[in-house]
């Protein structure tokens, strides 16, 4: 089968849905299927490589390209596969898609809400019509939660359409990852906390910062996260502070060092106002990585507060400190815990089938289209 995916950035920004479709593609590539991810090359920051851990990424100039790419070579694959809520780059890829016979399935990862009184006007009118109009033009939407898909119900998906197959990481490969001296590496001196995401308003790292004058002395801070405008800002608090000596910003790290800062990790932190079903929290739980997290967006899906990490009211410091304390009392039970959940529910050598049997079924609902020979889907898949 030969998939193409759709999202509006490459694996050259490497957030939580651009892990997911890479982790999901080279899974699907590994048992015999062919993966090319198509985005638009305006919003990069700079270039993306041709390829990401052997999975072809093809740049196009915003939605004219992306119109010419399908007039080119929309007839060479199978399915298409587009992610993340609210862009029209996906919407366009949808439309286009239909125009050239190929089936669709859509993965919005999560609606953030708003906050401002215009962000929610704006979001509001966006999914009066843009984001019903993309979910109009799926055959299959797949939801990561069951938030998630509570939301695509309320925007007026037919039932029938829906599925729910959560986030998920490359556990075998993830957990065979050799792991650096990462603290020796990047001069950090004591055991630290982990917060892992993009430098945004959306994660609040900035209340990690606040929290963390009252977190034990002998336990570091370490900020590991793309810049997406807010990193001078939690540079001089952090300075303001006087915290450079206990919190370490380490932008933009290469994939082996982000996956090392787990193995020497006391535990995960996250503080954000909103979250699908972020990836970072599967990693640290393959990493036995206990979770201070928030409880917000698909956060409880996943954690199960005092027996497999630890959930605080989002933006409560109390809770915050709490949960640090009891991470530090508790790891070994809540490790364990979480490391059967995931084996069980997030590993995609198990969810990578039921997302491949969803695209099998919707090839053979589509007998005008020209299906390409294709592995079977293993049995067992999982489900």
Known sequence: MNVLFVNRLSFDYLGGVESHILNLGSE?????????????????????????????????EGLPGLRRFFEDHGAEYDI???????????????????????????TPHCFYPAHSFLGKLARALYDATFTRATLASCDIVISLTPGDQKDVLGFGLQRCKSRIIPNSIALDKFQRATDADFRTKFSVSRPYLLHIGRFEAQKRIDLLVTWHQDVPADLDLVLIGQDDGELERIRTQVSTLGLTKRIHILPSLPADDVIASYAQAEMLVMASRNEGLPTVILEAMAKDVPVVVPNVGGIPFIVKSGVSGWIYPGGN??????????????????????????????????????????YQSLLQRTPLHAIKSAPPIESNPGS
């Open 28 to 60: 699907l590539m590994r048992i015999g299927h062919s993966v090319t991810l198509v985005f638009d090359q305006k919003t990069q920051k700079r270039a993306a490589p041709a390829r990401c851990e052997n999975v072809p990424m093809i740049g196009v």
């Open 80 to 106: 298409m596969h587009g992610h993340m809520s609210r862009k029209v780059f996906v919407l366009q890829a949808f439309r286009l898609a239909k125009k050239a016979g190929l089936p669709t399935v859509f």
């Open 317 to 358: 410091r109390e809770g915050y400190l709490e949960g640090v304390r009891m991470a530090t009392q508790n790891r070994a039970a809540w490790t364990r815990v979480a490391a059967q959940d995931l084996y069980e529910n997030f590993s995609w050598e198990r969810n990578a089938q039921k997302v491949l049997a969803e």
